[in-house]
């Protein structure tokens, strides 16, 4: 069975959605959750270069913790594996450290053009960051030295990133995975794989198990992919690709614009900017659940989401993200909300039909 757009019905609405207080007020680029599983954290960067935390209660509110201000937009977060630090990617080619304790933003590596992506490395050590950049290189940076201690060049811009303790696999302007393994303290290529995807690439999510990886794309497609080249090769069934966000009644297609796993049953989420989410099981080829879009933020794009690390917790940020150009855009929409997720939406179903 392959997925399919009229899988399964549309619930209502995202029912039980709390908004996040003092949100960002310009496009949510991207939300992040602490690592650290007893603190529910979650981080927010957005495109006027606002950065800013919040603490969330296990019922969904949220406090606000701490915000800065970047000089440009920022267009990527990610935590410190501590969860007492958060590195920010500016579109002014700067990698940032925000301390937590002292609330001082420090910069600590730097790009040709734009950091897109950022992410922790701590296989490589707990102060590694790695930044992804459309200058066509990614580089390593170890906090306690100026230099990238490391840099990959690539034939196109980074995209679109991701690091799964020892995997990283990093999606470029032409269509191409680049992986890597990293481990024993170095950075090794294993293989640059083409997507199953015939459209520019949006994001890509590496998966729990580190076997694979999904990639969306702007055509309102997800590739599912398999990290080892026997497993592709003898079967090429296991690597697939299925529609998902598009409005077949207005012949309406809209890009995926992020990808998030569930961190116990191995379960996705995605996003898009049609203003909605969907639930997903890649082994079973079925979509799980698929959330409407909630007042007032009805057709407002869904820029970014995540699960917390317990998995009880899905967030989600109704942002412009810029499909349509700058005259498009509204300000004051935006809007950050939690979902609180029972395991019955988001664990896989068993071949009787229930739930495990």
């Keep these: 069975m ?38 529910n954290h979650l981080c927010a960067g957005g495109w006027n270069g606002e950065v800013a935390i ?3 209660s296990a019922q969904g509110q949220t406090t606000p913790m701490a915000k800065t201000k970047l000089e440009r937009p920022c267009l990527d977060v990610a935590w410190h594996p501590h969860g007492q630090k958060v590195f920010t990617a500016g579109a002014d080619g700067k990698m940032m ?27 490589l050590g707990p102060d590694v960051v790695v930044t992804g950049s459309w200058d066509k290189t990614v580089k390593f940076w170890d906090c306690r030295t100026a230099n990238p201690v490391h840099t990959e060049t690539l034939p196109e811009r980074v995209f679109a990133m991701d690091v799964k303790d020892e995997l990283m696999v990093v999606a470029c302007a032409d269509k191409k995975v680049y992986i890597y393994q990293l481990d024993g303290g170095a ?52 690597d697939f690709s299925f529609k998902c966000h598009r409005d077949t009644q207005k012949s309406m297609i809209h890009s995926v614009n ?25 082994d079973r080829r079925e979509r799980l659940k698929h959330f409407q879009n909630i ?14 690390p317990s998995g009880t917790l899905f967030a989600y940020a109704h942002s ?27 664990q896989k179903k068993t071949t009787t039909g229930g739930r495990r």
């Design 258 to 282: 992020d990808i998030s796993f569930h961190p116990i049953y191995g379960t996705f989420a995605t996003c898009g900017s049609d203003g909605k989410f969907v639930f997903w099981d890649k």
């Design 187 to 238: 950075v090794k290529p294993f293989r640059a794989v083409d997507t199953v995807l015939k459209m520019q690439t949006r994001c890509i999510s590496a998966w729990p198990t580190k076997d694979g990886f999904c990639v969306g794309s702007i055509e309102g497609r997800v590739g599912v992919q398999h990290i080892d080249p026997a497993k592709s090769n003898a079967n090429p069934s296991k």
């Design 54 to 56: 919040w603490n969330v």
């Design 2 to 39: 392959a997925f399919a757009g009229g899988f399964g019905s549309p619930a209502p609405g995202a029912g039980g959605e709390i908004p996040v207080t003092q949100t960002l007020t310009d496009s949510v680029q991207s939300l992040k959750w602490s690592p650290n599983p007893q603190a």
């Design 295 to 308: 007042q007032p933020h009805q057709g407002l794009p869904i820029t970014s989401c995540g699960f917390n």
């Design 320 to 346: 412009y993200d810029w499909h349509k150009g700058q005259q498009h855009y509204v300000q004051g929409q935006d809007q950050i909300f939690i979902h609180p997720t029972p395991a019955k939406e988001i």
């Design 97 to 123: 450290l925000w301390d937590l304790a002292t609330n001082q933003a420090t910069q600590m590596g730097a790009h040709d053009q734009p950091i897109k992506c950022v992410r922790s490395a701590s296989k």
